[in-house]
């Protein structure tokens, strides 16, 4: 069963403007991930926030979590077209085993 | 490059015959997964192992076995593929002492089962 689910399914902006991706998830969690999948291509991992956080940058990439609410937000400011492709959430529940359960994702289109 | 090779990239394959779809990492991490992508169901964890020797069932087990003889290789194995199995198959990696560092992923096997 999914964990995480992203909102929206799918998003379209202009270059130059910031892009915004949401992430609920239903239990108690270690970490929250998120990866980005170009068209055809594996996963590539972008930023981890872990329970204890609320905030994280990277580059272009602010990553927020809100464990009470049990979701995260991914922005990725001052887009280009090289940003499109899909989003995924991921998280790691804890336990004795590192397993990931991923989200649907969301498909991001930069116009340029 | 380290990463992780997956193998083929590609297959059609007739119903019933058995197929094993290859994974190997050289970044010595201890854990392994095989996820299958499927559009509208996202990425759905099938085995795991945690270490060398090791495997367990994830989210969609039923018609697949992995093996882990080594650190390296993790094969999945479709023993009588159905058209069920038609899916895109994702093979990742971690250094699970380090949980907070993310997976590495393949580059895929995109699987039909005609």
């Known amino acids: 069963s999914q964990q995480g689910e992203e909102d929206p399914q799918a998003l379209s902006i202009q270059e130059g403007e910031n892009a915004t991706m949401n992430c609920s998830y239903k239990?108690?969690?270690?970490?929250l991930q998120w990866y980005r999948q170009n068209s055809g291509r594996g996963l590539v991992h972008l930023i981890l926030i872990r329970s204890n956080e609320r905030e994280k940058h990277s580059g272009r990439l602010r990553v927020t979590l809100d464990t009470s609410k049990k979701s995260s937000s991914l922005l990725i400011t001052a887009s280009r077209a090289a940003d499109t492709a899909s989003y995924f959430c991921a998280t790691d529940s804890g336990g004795s085993n590192y397993k990931l359960t991923f989200g649907k994702g969301t498909l991001l289109t930069v116009n340029p | 490059i380290a990463g992780i090779t997956q193998a083929p990239t590609s297959q059609i394959l007739a119903a019933g015959r058995r197929m094993t779809l290859r994974c190997t990492q050289d970044m010595r991490h201890n854990a392994m997964y095989w996820y299958r992508q499927d559009l509208g169901l996202g990425l759905r964890l099938i085995h795991y192992?945690?270490?060398?020797?090791?495997?367990g069932k994830g989210e969609v087990p039923d018609g697949y076995s992995v093996s882990r003889a080594n650190t390296d290789d993790f094969p999945l194995t479709l023993a009588s593929a159905v058209p069920s199995q038609t899916s895109v198959y994702f093979c990742a990696s971690s250094d699970s002492g380090r949980a907070n560092y993310g997976y590495t992923f393949g580059s895929g096997t995109r699987l039909t089962v005609v």
């Open positions: 192992s945690n270490t060398a020797g090791t495997t």
């Open positions: 239990t108690s969690i270690n970490n």
